[in-house]
Nanobody
Framework: QVQLVESGGGLVQPGGSLRLSCAAS????????MNWYRQAPGKRRELVAG???????NYSDSVKGRFTISRDNTKNTLYLQMNSLKPEDTAVYYC?????????WGQGTQVTVSS
């Protein structure tokens, strides 16, 4: 079992940047596929970006070209670099670890994009 703790959220103006981190513990981080999801008020949770254990990445169309997902297996940490932020990126962002179809979630970190 893996425990996940997100950090790095906050309030940022449109066009600004934030970097989210997700610290993992309790298991072998490198074997997990890792994902970032987000959930805006009144909306369903949606997949933002994912990175496999081998380093392959995928992005939702809404963030492609603006967000970058990465992982540091030596630090057991997942990252999401978010650039050119828009008000519609406002949401709670969740870290997800997946291995053999078993998923684990962090508690989420709030990102608010507003002037």
């Amino acid at each position: 079992q893996v425990q996940l703790v997100e950090s790095g959220g906050g309030l940022v103006q449109p066009g600004g940047s934030l970097r989210l981190s997700c610290a993992a513990s309790g298991s072998i981080f490198s074997i997990y596929g890792m994902n970032w999801y987000r959930q805006a008020p009144g909306k369903r949770r949606e997949l933002v970006a994912g990175i496999s254990s081998g380093g392959s990445t995928n992005y939702s169309d809404s963030v492609k070209g603006r967000f970058t997902i990465s992982r540091d297996n030596t630090k057991n940490t997942l990252y999401l670099q978010m650039n050119s932020l828009k008000p519609e990126d406002t949401a709670v962002y969740y870290c997800n670890a997946n291995y053999l179809n078993v998923g684990y979630w962090g508690q989420g970190t709030q990102v608010t994009v507003s002037s």
